[in-house]
C-alpha cells in the first residue's frame, strides 16, 4: 500500500499547474458571468423605463394648432363644427379621442379627431386620392 501512496515529483507538480489553470479559468468565468448578469440587468431596467415613459407620455400628445373653436355647453357637451357640404359618414373613439369620418359628393373625405376633455379639434385629415 504503501507503493500505492507515494506519487512520482514529476506528477505533483502538474497536478498543481492543471490545478492553477482551473481556478484561473473559473474566476475569469466567474467574472464573464457576473458582468453579463448586471448588463442583462441594465438592459432590463432600460426596457422597463421606455415602456412606462411611453405609456406616460401617450396621453400627451403634441397638440397642432386647433382649428375650429368649439362651443362647450354648461353641461360638459361640445359642439363639432362640420365643415359645409359633408355628412358624418362614421364615428369611432375612446375615451380620449373621436374620430370624425366626414364625406361629400365630388370633395375629397376628412377625418377629424377631436380631444373628447377639451372638445378641441386635435387633427383634420383630408383624404385625397394619390396621383399615379
Given at each position: ?18 490545478d492553477e489553470a ?40 403634441a397638440e397642432v ?68
Open positions: 500500500m504503501a507503493a500505492q501512496d507515494s506519487k512520482p515529483a514529476g506528477d505533483a507538480g502538474e497536478i498543481e499547474e492543471i482551473t481556478a484561473r479559468t473559473q474566476r475569469v468565468l466567474l467574472i464573464t458571468v457576473i458582468v453579463l448578469g448586471i448588463l442583462l440587468i441594465i438592459g432590463f431596467a432600460i426596457v422597463v423605463a421606455t415602456i412606462a415613459s411611453r405609456i406616460s407620455s401617450s396621453g400627451d400628445e394648432a386647433p382649428e375650429p373653436v368649439i362651443a362647450v355647453t354648461q353641461a360638459g357637451d361640445f359642439e363639432v363644427p362640420v365643415p359645409a357640404g359633408y355628412q358624418v359618414h362614421a364615428v369611432t373613439g375612446d375615451e380620449r379621442r373621436l374620430v370624425i369620418h366626414l364625406v361629400s359628393a365630388g370633395q375629397p373625405e376628412r377625418i377629424m379627431v377631436v380631444n373628447t376633455r377639451s372638445g378641441q379639434v386635435v387633427r383634420s385629415l383630408v383624404l385625397t386620392p394619390a396621383v399615379p
